[in-house]
């Protein structure tokens, strides 16, 4: 049938005779709007760089691995763009991205790699992440598995040692682990969560079969603990592991996140606390005895050798059949060994100087004593240094005459609150160096390394900030801080290593010390480039040079951790818009 189409023709003449007067602006509008959105999607995807950021890595899980292993390592936040790219401090460690799990990278880690702690940075064309410590050990390692928050449910490790990679990953959390253990064996455990700049103050307890607390891990030199107990049975054992939010605020509750994350080498076997002597000569071939827990149980390498030539402060050393390496001072002084007995003027040697003396108080009440020629006018540093090395010493230091009589004396003045002097030597003549500790304690845990030197003037240089960005046609500042020490009078400059092409370093006077601004300079024609650059303060003429470091991590208020600070400041260069395209064509 035929349909009558003269109502809706009607209907649509009058809707359009009723329209108001600016209905059509408003479509007009309408449609420019959705034009322009439409526009800015298409701008923003064929441009994703103009809206990136720096890739912001808080922590890495696992924080380490094994040597001459291969670990899937996880970042933490995801790199952006994925897949990111990453550098690492040592050759030897690879940080390569698995491009179809966003935040994962295929982490190798070389055979020949220094064991110890290294560091990683995340990076991308718009900038670099902070760089995060990453440690290289020696025994197998396992993964934590939930659920583990009671005795009951504890995760049970087959073998020992083995390092076991956790994360605290809500609040509240506890976790825990049960092992074998025979009758005589020395527990120790070992933990790096604040060290590795997790937010934590963590504890340890050890508990026996029958769920009694057998043992519990005090803090060490910083925040992290260390547990050693010695077992008094054959049977299962387990360690609980929680701790409270660091930097502390009002909470009173365990604490637990996505960063939370730890590493604890378990060991029943021989663990290394230290080394003897603490410490070695630079570019000497130095062999050291490894002390600690269990060796005279288990077959183990007690000893081994440092032979180092790195600007590095320490080193960490490791041998067949041990749980975890150890770290070793490395300076510019001739090492000595007490020798018993010293107690007394009459029996102490004297000894060459400058040098480092390592030694022990041995027993309550026990105090040893060094003898020193020096002149009138001699100015001489005296560092003891202990709390570093986890040592039970509480260290004071006195200066004696030939008679016996103080001259000078402290407990607290050094770093750490270890014992220091700078001292000008009044006269001519014999003087004591006596070491002891301040409540009259002594082990054979209480050892310690005093330094006997000369002071000298010379510089120190830090800089800010770790990391800079400089587009192609502009330029961006770093400080560099110059300090003078002990007199110095030198006129210094400052060097800059490792420019990447296209790349200069505008550099003002800097004979005067103190603050000095470095420009960086990108050309115009300046390609895409990451690389960390090296900052040298040096005086012409002379041998005197000096790297200029910047401090890295959290609040230090807990103490050092693994790594404290670096060299190198991390340089990115952005090229122009569309001058890698140009490029690859």
């Known amino acids: 049938p035929s349909q009558d189409t003269s109502h809706q023709h009607r209907t649509s003449v009058a809707y359009r005779q009723r329209r108001p007067p600016n209905q059509g602006v408003v479509r007009v509008r309408q449609v420019r709007f959705v034009a322009v959105l439409a526009a800015t999607v298409l701008l923003l995807s064929a441009w994703p760089s103009t809206l990136a950021k720096p890739p912001s890595v808080t922590s890495l899980f696992p924080a380490g691995g094994k040597r001459g292993s291969t670990v899937e390592v996880t970042a933490a936040d995801a790199p952006e763009p994925w897949p990111s790219e990453a550098w690492t401090s040592h050759a030897g460690i690879k940080f390569d991205p698995i491009k179809d799990k966003k935040g994962a990278f295929k982490t190798t880690i070389a055979a020949d790699t220094p064991v110890g702690p290294h560091l990683v940075r995340f990076f991308n064309a718009d900038g670099s992440s902070q760089p995060r410590i990453f440690f290289v050990g020696l025994a197998d390692e396992t993964a934590e ?7 009951d449910d504890a995760q049970f490790l087959e073998n020992t040692p083995v390092v076991v990679n956790g994360r605290l990953g809500k609040n509240g959390d506890v976790d825990a682990f ?3 253990a025979n009758k005589g064996d020395w527990i120790v455990a070992q933990c790096h969560a604040y060290s ?12 026996d079969e029958n769920g009694s607390k057998v043992a519990f891990a005090p803090d060490t030199h910083n925040l992290d603990p260390l547990l050693a107990w010695q077992a008094q049975k054959t049977g299962t054992y387990t360690l609980t592991f929680a701790g409270l939010i660091f930097p502390f605020n009002s909470t009173a509750r365990f604490h637990g996140s996505a960063h939370t994350v730890y590493r604890i080498t378990v060991s029943t076997g021989p663990f290394a606390r230290n080394t003897f002597p603490l410490g070695v000569m630079r570019g000497s071939k130095t062999p050291v005895h490894l002390v600690g827990w269990g060796f005279e149980k288990h077959r183990a390498i007690q000893a081994t050798v440092v032979n180092t030539s790195t600007s590095s402060k320490t080193e960490w050393v490791g041998g067949r059949g041990l749980a975890a390496p150890v770290p070793v001072v490395v300076g510019r002084l001739p090492g000595l060994s007490e020798t018993e007995p010293n107690d007394w003027t009459e029996s102490a040697l004297t000894i060459a100087w400058p040098s480092a003396i390592h030694g022990r108080i041995s027993e309550a009440d026990d105090e040893d004593r060094f003898g020193i020629e020096a002149v009138k006018g001699d100015k001489l540093r005296l560092r003891l240094r202990a709390t570093e090395f986890n040592s039970a010493l509480d260290p004071v230091l006195s200066i004696e005459d030939a008679n016996g009589k103080e001259i000078a004396r402290d407990d ?17 003549g014999t003087f004591y160096l006596a070491v002891s500790d301040l ?4 082990s054979i845990a209480h050892f310690y390394r005093l330094e006997i030197d000369r002071v000298t003037p010379g510089l120190n240089a830090s800089f800010t900030p770790d990391r800079l960005v400089v587009a192609a046609g502009k330029s961006a500042e770093a400080t560099v801080t110059i300090g003078f020490a002990d007199g110095y009078k030198g006129t210094p400059a400052v060097v800059v290593r490792g420019l990447p092409e296209g790349v200069s370093a505008q550099i003002p006077a800097t004979e005067k010390g103190g603050a000095v601004k470095i420009k ?14 090296t900052l040298l ?11 200029a470091t910047t401090p890295i991590g959290m609040d230090r208020a807990g103490g050092d951790r693994l790594i404290n600070s670096i060299d190198q400041l991390w340089l990115t260069i952005k090229p122009k818009p569309g001058s890698d395209k140009e490029e690859k064509k």
């Open 145 to 151: 598995m939930e659920p583990n928050d009671k005795l």
């Open 178 to 180: 049960s092992f074998r």
């Open 196 to 207: 590795i700049d997790s937010p934590i103050d963590a504890f340890l307890h050890l508990h």
């Open 412 to 428: 607290d003045s050094g770093e750490r609150q270890d014992a220091m002097l700078n001292w000008t030597v009044p006269a001519d």
């Open 439 to 442: 409540i009259r304690s002594g």
């Open 520 to 533: 960086f300079v990108a050309a115009e024609s300046a390609k895409l480039a990451n690389v960390p650059v």
């Open 537 to 547: 303060v040096v005086e012409p003429g002379s041998a005197t040079t000096r790297r």
